[in-house]
């Protein structure tokens, strides 16, 4: 591995150590959260990507509520999916950009479907990934960097 090489990996290293950091840093425990929304509407469509956190949207909203991954693995087949289509659901959200807002909690009737717990995991698990992304990379650099190496 070349100069070039581990510097531009160390840099990579060093840019997801910065935004786990960030990330960890800006982490709210659903309890502080300050400015959660209740939403009420009808469930009109289920995104349910193949990979991380599902998301749905509502027949009377432009907006995009992102759910978890844990909701995606439960709901996310053709038999559980289609039976949340049409369900009137309370939600508790945070708007995150625009008109994409993060669910805190989702309720369909008395049955909790998303919990606070669930979110605040996903956002754990997500962080940790950045840190362990940074460890690896300054890993991989020093043991391509140790004496004796064959390059």
């Not at 659903?30 to 990979?51: A, M, S």
């Amino acid at each position: 591995m070349n100069k070039t090489a581990k510097t531009l990996l160390l840099l990579l290293a060093a840019f997801f150590f910065f935004i786990g950091l960030k990330s960890y840093q800006h982490a709210t425990t659903y309890t502080e959260l300050t400015d959660v929304q209740e939403i009420n509407g009808t469930i009109f469509q289920l995104h349910c990507p193949p990979k991380g956190a599902a998301s749905l949207t509502l027949s009377d909203s432009a907006a995009t509520y992102n759910l978890s991954v844990k909701f995606r693995t439960d709901y996310c087949d053709d038999k559980d999916s289609q039976a949340l289509l049409g369900k009137y659901v309370t939600m508790e959200a945070v708007q995150v950009d625009g008109d994409f807002y993060q669910v805190y909690q989702l309720k369909e009737k008395d049955r909790i479907i998303v919990n606070p717990e669930e979110v605040e995991a996903d956002q754990t698990s997500a962080t940790l990934g950045l840190f362990f992304l940074a460890f690896l990379l300054t890993a991989l650099v020093a043991y391509k960097s140790r004496r004796g190496s064959k390059q």
